[in-house]
């Protein structure tokens, strides 16, 4: 007979392998992250009633796919729009970190201008886009531009967002988002 196999435990195999369970921060969502977290669980349902229906009943029910649809370009905007907030979208930053603090300024005013103008000009053309759309969704009642104008406002406020954190950069003279709360803080902590 045999003696039983043991597996080693990844630590075993590798040092480097051992992982620690981090402790998960909460602390940077805002009250208006709290729409991401309904439509994100919104659309998780739909998919769940999608599967369920088709998989389990063997009876598809015909609005879980558009509606799905529909709710993953919810989720997508509306997490851009925290995103801009948080100032956490992906950026190029290696030659931004070399070259002089002045210079880096400028840059920085250069990056806010586009990425305003950008939001700006995209909110504009989806509302355009929105107020053109006379189709109405396939499986339900319901225009097709109220997705569009959802998209216009996100990018909207994106918009807002991004001048609030370019005023931000300018009057703390960093690429890196203070809150205004965190600063005051700070600044009665050296009074």
């Known amino acids: 007979m045999k003696p039983a196999e043991t597996h080693p435990e990844p630590e075993e195999i590798h040092p480097a392998l051992h992982l620690e369970e981090e402790e998960i921060d909460l602390s940077d969502l805002r009250w208006d ?3 991401v977290m309904v439509i994100f669980w919104a659309l998780a349902f739909v998919v769940f009633l999608q599967f369920f229906t088709r998989y389990v009943l063997n009876d598809s029910l015909g609005w879980t796919e558009e509606i799905a649809r ?17 100032s956490a979208h992906i950026a190029v930053e290696f030659l931004y970190r070399w070259v002089p603090r002045p210079l880096r300024r ?6 806010d201008l586009v990425s305003i103008s950008f939001y700006a000009t995209l909110a504009y ?5 929105a107020g053109r759309t006379r189709q109405m969704m396939v499986s339900i009642d319901v225009p097709k531009s109220v997705v569009y ?4 406002a996100c990018f909207a406020a994106m918009a807002l967002y991004a001048i609030r954190n ?10 890196k988002l203070i809150d205004p709360e965190q600063h005051a803080d700070a600044v009665r902590a050296m009074d």
Not at 125 to 129: A, T
Request: net charge positive; aromatic share 12%.
């Open 33 to 35: 992250d709290a729409l």
């Open 166 to 175: 370019a005023w931000l950069h300018l009057r703390h003279g960093t690429s």
């Open 70 to 86: 529909f709710l993953l370009i919810a989720v997508t905007f509306t997490g851009s729009v925290m995103a801009v907030r948080k």
């Open 125 to 129: 053309l989806s509302g355009q886009l």
């Open 149 to 152: 104008w959802f998209v216009a």
């Open 106 to 111: 400028i840059a920085q005013a250069l990056i």
